[in-house]
């Protein structure tokens, strides 16, 4: 069985996108199993740079099959759009496919992720504003659209009027209202199935054929550990499981068939949107970070704010994830800095603490106890050349933060991304495929 998961070991923007892309070189089938676009995974290849939010990373390497998995939640109007931009940058989508169970985002459902964000006040999470709370509410309600409906006339009339009835009525009452008519809806939707047609499937089946034929499969996790809706900020999070588990569910194959678990690790933390962030830099130094790092969100360009890297979260990624190998991203960010810090447990009341607290409360009132380490020096040359002199060749200090990270983990950093591009990672493991 040669599968590998990447999957998000903080609150999302680790470098997913760009390790999926690399290692996708080798892979026959990428798969997203969760999460919408909300998403937003960049990948630079030479100059040029692509932004995706739904379409797997994968679909940008020529000759592999491209799966999004029956957990996403599908905002077609943006898929489509992503869809003819890599047409128009010369790739093809022969390998493109949607699973038939996954659920579709619609007006409504952005419209009342804007009205709950009101609603909240000053409690609100700070959305992406892309209806993915309501599109997972409605499918959890079993009120929500999948692909499979937007094949079938009959079932989208039968299914229409009392949906629309129900998102009038609370668009109403929350102060905002719905001028879709049950044609309008059924129209759109089967305009949205007739365009996706070509692409649609089983996706369960396809994956697991794929994985009984020895094929490589990688499967492309969204977001992080913490926006996971059990195991992170509750209810800063997002409304998706976003660890390995997930998998299962969101691409329906069985526990036994996900091999590695590679964690994305940002060298240090960020996190866009409201919510608790223990190690969280207020002043000078967490905006240069955030310059230096280019810490503006993909999908909505909000500054992202930066901190410290906190290893009580890199362990929890680690138990709930089972994560069994790190790729530690954007260590070129922290060049040039005299000492890095690392943020090994917490205080609480005078108490150790070394998990991560569910209570909000609680989180309010933590101190983020620190180790300091010798910084390293900005490298005279470009990335590519430190990254083709490989691991060995990186300064000591650099290495001596990423052994500290291993060591307090008890997990490998198999991979080292030190910029954007493909040539300037290092593998540490060479061979991902058991
Ligand atoms: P994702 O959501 O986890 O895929 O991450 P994003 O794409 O939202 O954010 C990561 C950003 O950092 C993107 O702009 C990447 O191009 C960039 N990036 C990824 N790895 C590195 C790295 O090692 N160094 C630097 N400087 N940038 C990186
Ligand atoms: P990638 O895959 C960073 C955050 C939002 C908000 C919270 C809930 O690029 O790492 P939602 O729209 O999902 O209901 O918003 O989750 N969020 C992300 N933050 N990266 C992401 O994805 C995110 N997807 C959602 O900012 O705080
Ligand atoms: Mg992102």
Redesign the pocket.
């Known amino acids: 069985m040669r599968t590998l998961a990447i999957t ?1 070991a903080q609150w ?7 390790i999926t892309d690399y290692l996708a070189q080798d892979a026959d089938t990428i798969v997203r199993f969760q999460g919408g676009n909300n ?4 990948i ?1 290849i030479g100059e040029d740079v692509f932004k995706l939010h739904l379409l797997p990373s994968g679909i940008l390497r020529a000759g592999k099959a491209a799966v999004i998995g029956n957990g996403v939640v599908i905002d077609v109007e943006e898929l489509l759009e992503e869809m003819s931009a890599v047409e128009a940058s010369g790739r093809g989508l022969e390998g493109l496919r949607i699973s038939d169970r996954a659920h579709v985002i619609l007006n409504y459902h952005r419209k009342l992720d804007g009205a709950e964000e009101l609603y909240r006040g000053d409690r609100s999470v700070g959305t992406t504003r892309r209806g993915i709370g309501p599109c997972y509410q409605d499918k959890a309600a079993r009120t929500g659209f999948r692909v499979c409906d937007l094949l079938e006339e009959d079932t989208l009339r039968e299914k229409a009027p009392a949906v629309l009835r129900m998102k009038k009525d609370i668009l109403e009452v929350m102060g905002d209202s719905c001028d879709c008519t049950e044609d309008m809806l059924v129209e759109r939707l089967l305009g949205w199935g007739k365009a996706l047609e070509p692409y649609i499937c089983d996706s369960s089946v396809l994956v697991n054929e794929s994985i009984d034929r020895g094929d490589r499969v990688l499967f492309e996790g969204a977001q992080g550990v913490m926006l996971d809706i059990d195991h992170g900020t509750y209810p800063y999070v997002t409304s998706s499981n976003t660890m390995a588990g997930a998998i299962c569910s969101g691409a329906g194959v069985g526990p036994n068939r996900i091999g590695d678990v590679l964690g ?1 690790l940002k060298a240090y933390t960020t996190r866009v949107g409201e919510g608790p962030m223990p190690t969280e830099l207020h002043g000078e130094l967490g905006e240069y970070i955030m310059k230096k ?2 810490e503006f969100g ?1 999908t909505t360009g909000r500054g992202r704010r930066c901190g410290w890297l906190d290893l009580v979260i890199a362990k929890h990624a680690v138990r709930i994830g089972g994560i069994t190998s790190f790729a530690v ?5 922290l060049n040039g800095m005299e000492t890095v810090k690392v943020c090994t447990h917490y205080e609480l009341d005078g108490e150790r603490i070394d998990h991560f607290p569910a209570c909000l409360s609680r989180l309010s009132r933590l101190e983020p106890v620190y180790v300091e380490l010798p910084g390293w020096e900005d490298w005279g040359g470009s990335a590519e050349s430190v990254a083709a002199a490989g691991y060995d060749g990186l300064p000591s200090e650099l290495k001596n933060y990423v052994s500290f990270i291993e060591k307090e983990t008890g997990v490998p950093a198999g991979m080292i ?4 591009r493909r040539s ?1 990672t290092i593998d540490r493991r060479g061979s991902w495929w058991a």
């Open positions: 998000g999302g923007d680790e470098g997913k996108g760009k998403a937003g995974h960049t630079q994305c790092g280019g993909t991203t954007k260590l070129d960010v991304s030190i910029g954007k300037e």
